[in-house]
């Protein structure tokens, strides 16, 4: 069965430190999207992402925060200055269409120190 | 997309039915109930969604009441390996956009041997 994957596992780094996270969506789908849950707390959404194009994103998702899909099969969250409170697990989506069902990758734990 | 509300957790014995309640009072003509698990701090898992239709698939089944005010979501011979947060979520369905996920707090369902 075809599933989402995310690449590093676990990431620690350190503050002001760029990270960034890596996901292989299912190979058909077209629409991604980044959601993060800090311990302890509830899954959020980062954004979504379509035809190269951010289609919404939450207030999460400041200018810190930027996404990209490098080729035909990557898409990636990057965090151009990390900071403590970004410590979370960051989960990659993707769906066929909006309306589809969204299908979430195991995740990246991010430690920030 | 409508407020759901959810127990924060319960119990069931394994091998028993498992009915998880979701009020969604609020719920409009066109939006759909979804439910995803999150097992420990895994990428949450879709199980099943459905508009006014009860729903089967290999995983679960899913009772919308008449009114489309709540909903049970039936796991029918629970195993210790559905001890997890599980989310119900509406979610309304336009053409057109990504729409993201609003993930609630959960129920938390503890299977018991």
């Known amino acids: 069965e075809p599933e989402v994957t995310q690449t590093p596992s676990h990431q620690v780094t350190q503050m002001g430190q760029e990270v960034i996270l890596r996901c292989v969506p299912i190979?058909?789908?077209?629409?991604f999207y980044w959601y993060r849950q800090i311990l302890g707390q509830k899954v959020e959404f980062l954004v979504s992402?379509?035809?190269?194009?951010?289609?919404?994103k939450s207030e999460i998702f400041d200018d810190q925060f930027s996404v990209e899909r490098p080729d035909g099969s990557n898409f990636t969250l990057k965090i151009r200055s990390t900071k403590l409170e970004d410590s979370a697990m960051y989960f990659c989506?993707?769906?066929?269409?909006?309306?589809?069902?969204?299908?979430f990758g195991p995740g990246t734990r991010l430690l920030v120190l | 997309d409508a407020k759901t509300t959810q127990p924060p957790s319960m119990d069931c014995a394994e091998g028993r039915a498992a009915n998880l309640p979701c009020n969604h009072s609020?719920?409009?003509?066109?939006?759909?109930v979804y439910w995803y698990r999150q097992i420990h701090s895994q990428g949450p898992q879709y199980i099943i969604h459905?508009?006014?239709n009860n729903e089967t698939n290999e995983m679960a089944s899913l009772i919308i009441t008449e009114d489309r005010k709540s909903s049970t979501l039936i796991l029918p011979h629970a195993t210790l390996r559905d001890t997890a947060v599980y989310y119900c979520i509406v979610r309304v369905s336009p053409s057109g956009s990504a729409r993201q996920l609003t993930f609630g707090s959960g129920t938390q369902l503890t299977v018991l041997p």
């Open positions: 190979s058909n789908h077209l629409y």
């Open positions: 459905g508009l006014k």
């Open positions: 609020t719920i409009s003509g066109n939006e759909y």
């Open positions: 989506a993707s769906s066929l269409a909006p309306r589809e069902t969204q299908y």
């Open positions: 992402f379509y035809n190269n194009e951010i289609s919404e």
